[in-house]
T-cell receptor
């Protein structure tokens, strides 16, 4: 069974640009969560989607957005990139929403210059 | 705001010894706790979880202890192996928050031969 797949794995952008990251959950998983990981702040929750609906949102500015498609695949978008957005963006999937094992992908490493 | 923290940022143990990684949490309403392991270049991997109605749970070579009185979690790894070298995170899941987990900063475990 394939794991959580994130694309692209690495990308470099410049300030002011926007970026879209993609996540394909494990087959059959309907919940997708996104986290930002930085050395200074650690792992911080961005948002969670279940059956195409955003269930929870973390404390991030409106430049960070996401969506989930009917096949459970998810994308997140960051607009007007800032240097501080450089991070590893992790996607995780699970069968249902809340409590239970989260399966993480290997992340998309974003560098903003 | 409330946060999850770890007592020690790094821990070095000899192969074959037992390891104990500690975690303090501050949201007394949290009812679910998880330990994750993250190896270099990979996403976090689920190790073990525990619900607030339990004080101990055992897995394969790992045990999680929960002390709700002092809001403390610990992860015990028996007979630590070189493959256990990684960063370990505790996470708390407040009620009704879906997968909006609060992660600790992480403890780096180094297993020496």
């Amino acid at each position: 069974k394939a794991g959580v797949t994130q694309t692209p794995r690495y990308l470099i952008k410049t300030r002011g640009q926007q970026v879209t990251l993609s996540c394909s959950p494990i087959s059959g998983h309907r919940s997708v969560s996104w986290y930002q990981q930085t050395p200074g702040q650690g792992l911080q929750f961005l948002f969670e989607y279940f059956s195409e609906t955003q269930r929870n949102k973390g404390n991030f500015p409106g430049r960070f957005s996401g969506r989930q498609f009917s096949n459970s695949r998810s994308e997140m978008n960051v607009s007007t990139l800032e240097l501080g957005d450089s991070a590893l963006y992790l996607c995780a999937s699970s069968l249902a929403s809340g409590h239970g094992e989260l399966f993480f992908g290997e992340g998309s490493r974003l560098t903003v210059l | 705001g409330e946060s999850v923290g770890l007592h020690l940022p790094t821990l070095s143990v000899q192969e074959g010894d037992n390891s104990i990684i500690n975690c303090a949490y501050s949201n007394s309403a949290s009812d679910y706790f998880i330990w994750y392991k993250q190896e270099s270049g990979k996403g976090p991997q689920f190790i073990i979880d525990i619900r607030s109605n339990m004080d101990k749970r055992q897995g394969q070579r790992v045990t999680v202890l929960l002390n709700k009185t002092v809001k403390h979690l610990s992860l015990q790894i028996a007979a630590t192996q070189p493959g256990d070298s990684a960063v370990y995170f505790c996470a708390e899941n407040p009620p009704n928050s879906g997968y909006a987990l609060n992660f600790g900063k992480g403890t780096s475990l180094l297993v020496t031969p």
